[in-house]
């Protein structure tokens, strides 16, 4: 109900039938703990005080308010008088749930003489990809009507082709071992096809994984997903009104540069390798962010007592204790050895973004 006819309600008793039991008692309470039904409180307060009465109704009984789904459109369409229906109208891919139903059903239908479909503008129905159009318009492209001929003289001139009542068809072969027939597209249907699979009101304006699915296990044609790309990203309504649901990156924060040597290192392990004649397999390097001095180690293991030893011994008893040691979250430097080590002589240590090698130059 808009702002614009409320004041029609403003002297009468209103009863309302519902069937959505949650909400029979929401016009007698003001505080409820959701954000939208609040809106439609605030939006319609001077209403609220003429509800007198909310009824809960069963859904599958509720059809006043949802005339399209609840009642019988079989019956609904025996009634109407449509002029000028077609004898064999078009029919969109559209189902209503009574039409399921009623197809499902083994009962005879009680109106023979029903309409399929009611007519709507020919900018909306689909178009013709009948076997009997693709058959005339391969027989009327010259390069697929050569190939055509040879499939007919040599069937093994194209293993991957066939000719059946003088149809070109596409092999595709399957997992399971078995071959599956798709129409071949003539290049002057491409485009129609596209955008019947994804322009058309009843497409729903794929993207391009969805589109292929839907195409490729009916028709085939060259670079057929080059072509399914090419074709939605020109697509000017998805251009227009699509969002984008994924996050967008975050603003580039590069570390500053360290103001001298022995501020900023980075350690990572290299390996595992093939052991050498002392049994190592890793090497551990660490490497000064300014002055780019390496210290490398080899070491047959890379467990987090090792990689203890090292730093202390190759790096802080000779150099001196870091201000900040950078390294990734392996379990040989993300532990509590390391942790108490750090705590101990008295350096940051941090640890890299994960996934992301590149936080640890």
């Known amino acids: 109900m808009n702002k614009t006819n409320t004041h029609a309600t403003n002297w009468i008793r209103i009863i309302i039938e519902i069937d959505h039991r949650p909400l029979q008692n929401f016009h007698k309470n003001y ?28 859904g599958k009984t509720n059809g006043d308010a949802d005339t399209m789904s609840r009642p019988d459109l079989a019956h609904i369409l025996a009634t109407l008088m449509i002029p000028n229906l077609s004898s064999s109208p078009p029919q969109l891919n559209v189902t209503t749930r009574s039409m399921t139903k009623a197809t499902a059903s083994t009962s005879t239908a009680t109106c023979p003489t029903l309409p399929v479909a009611i007519p709507h503008p020919t900018s909306s129905l ?37 000719v059946k009542d003088k149809i070109l068809y596409k092999i595709l072969s399957t997992r399971r071992n078995t071959n599956h027939k798709l129409l071949y597209v003539p290049p002057v249907l ?10 058309h009101p009843t497409a729903g304006h794929f993207g ?3 589109t292929y699915q839907k195409l490729k296990t009916r028709y085939f044609w060259p670079k057929m997903k080059s072509s399914i790309d090419n074709h939605i990203a020109s697509c000017t309504k998805c251009s227009k009104f699509n969002i984008r649901r994924t996050k967008t990156p975050g ?40 002055s780019k001095f390496v210290i490398a180690k080899a070491t047959p293991t890379n467990t987090a007592q090792t990689t203890a030893q090292i730093l202390v011994d190759e790096l802080i008893f000779r150099y001196g204790v870091p201000h900040r040691l950078i390294t990734d ?8 050895l390391l942790k108490a080590l750090a705590a101990k002589i008295g350096f940051h240590h941090i640890k890299s973004t994960p996934y992301h090698p590149q936080t640890n130059g």
């Open 31 to 58: 505080k409820l703990n959701n954000k939208r039904i609040n809106m439609w409180l605030i939006k319609y307060q001077d209403l609220l005080p003429n509800i007198q009465l909310i009824n809960y109704k069963k």
């Open 126 to 162: 689909p178009p013709d990809f009948s076997v009997d159009r693709i058959k005339r318009t391969q027989h009327s492209d010259p390069t697929l009507y050569e190939t055509i001929q040879q499939i007919l003289v040599d069937p093994s001139s194209h293993p991957t082709l066939i």
């Open 190 to 199: 491409v485009t129609e096809i596209l955008e019947a699979y994804h322009d």
């Open 208 to 210: 391009t994984r969805r």
């Open 251 to 290: 603003k580039l924060l590069p570390i500053e540069p360290p103001q001298g040597v022995m501020e900023i290192l980075g350690m990572d392990y290299w390996g595992p390798t093939t052991p050498t004649t002392n049994g190592n397999r890793y090497v551990l390097v660490i490497t000064d962010y300014l």
């Open 329 to 336: 979250n392996g379990v040989h430097f993300n532990n509590d």
